[in-house]
């Protein structure tokens, strides 16, 4: 049951190498790692010179995360895909307890508990809280219109089954929210199995965007543009309440609004998150009156 693991790269490459150990540590033996460097300007010889027996290394053009996994998929050969971040890490028993839970259960897709560390110069000073997402699993729609409680690099994928369904993808069209685009998509008709143990440690370092309201609007509103709207193509028997329906585009035309007054994407301005908390708010109560 082989297993590919894809991991983007673009900075920080002593964290890349961080993240190269843990899978190396790994108690499952069978698995690929395939790292996707994301048109970084970093100094690599001295990685590559290291890892070369131990990874397949592609290099592409800059074209964020998505594409690199994406990529990532197009070159895997293993049964399962596994996504890891170049800046975090797994728990050696990771790929063997998920193999074991996939096989068992016979499922498309999987995730695990997780904890966050904040970066600091020693190791030994690390600090890990556990992320409670125990209760999202199973048959996850319609919660994962409202609300996804998943960590990429906890994720694991029969690759079968996205060969079968080559619409599932990360959406490269969003900066941020690209991977909530795939387990929406993942989520409509596959129970979601869970791992309560927490094999995932991942970093924060530095401000967290997707904690900035400017951020939530434009994933939403991104959603509804390149997703919610078009469900109907990929899922013709599916249903989007209508309440959803109306959030979802409420998201996108004020998003767009926020776009024409401070730049497209622009989320730095301190005046943008501002205008953002107050006009996200409607939507951030009515996504959590919905599914509850």
């Not at 698995?31 to 290291?50: C, Q």
């Not at 690199?68 to 049964?79: F, L, T, V």
């Not at 125990?134 to 219109?145: D, T």
């Not at 609300?147 to 060969?163: A, D, E, N, Q, Y």
Request: one cysteine or more.
């Amino acid at each position: 049951m082989k297993v590919s693991v894809i991991i983007p790269f673009y900075s920080n490459i002593g964290w890349l190498e961080e993240a190269i150990e843990s899978v190396l540590d790994q108690t499952f033996s069978d698995y690929e790692i395939i790292v996707v460097n994301d048109g970084s300007s970093e100094d690599d010889n001295r990685f590559i010179n290291k890892y070369h027996n131990n990874i397949n290394y592609f290099k592409t053009e800059n074209k964020g995360p998505a594409h690199a996994r994406n990529y990532g998929i197009s070159k895997a050969s293993g049964e399962y895909l596994a996504f890891l971040d170049s800046d975090d890490l797994w728990l050696n028993t990771k790929l063997e307890r998920q193999v074991e839970l996939m096989d068992h259960h016979n499922l498309n897709w999987s995730h695990t508990k997780y904890s966050i560390f904040d970066e600091v110069p020693n190791k030994e000073d690390r600090i890990y809280c556990e992320v409670n997402n125990e209760n999202f699993k199973g048959m996850v729609y319609p919660q994962c219109l409202t609300k996804i409680h998943i960590g990429t690099p906890c994720v694991m994928i029969r690759r079968s089954f996205i060969l079968e369904n080559n619409f599932i993808r990360f959406s490269e069209d969003m900066r941020y929210g690209e991977d909530g685009y795939f387990w929406i998509l993942m989520g409509f008709n596959n129970e979601l199995g869970y791992l309560n143990e927490s094999l995932t440690s991942v970093r924060r370092a530095g401000t967290n965007a997707v904690q900035l309201a400017r951020v939530h609007l434009n994933v939403r509103g991104n959603l509804n543009k390149f997703l919610i709207s078009k469900l109907n193509i990929f899922y013709p028997n599916i249903k989007v309440g209508i309440l959803t329906r109306i959030t979802y585009e409420y998201c996108n035309v004020v998003n767009n609004f926020i776009d024409q007054l401070f730049g497209i994407q622009n989320f730095k301005k301190k005046s943008a998150e501002i205008i953002s908390k107050i006009v996200y708010l409607p939507a951030y109560v009515m996504f959590k009156s919905i599914i509850k």
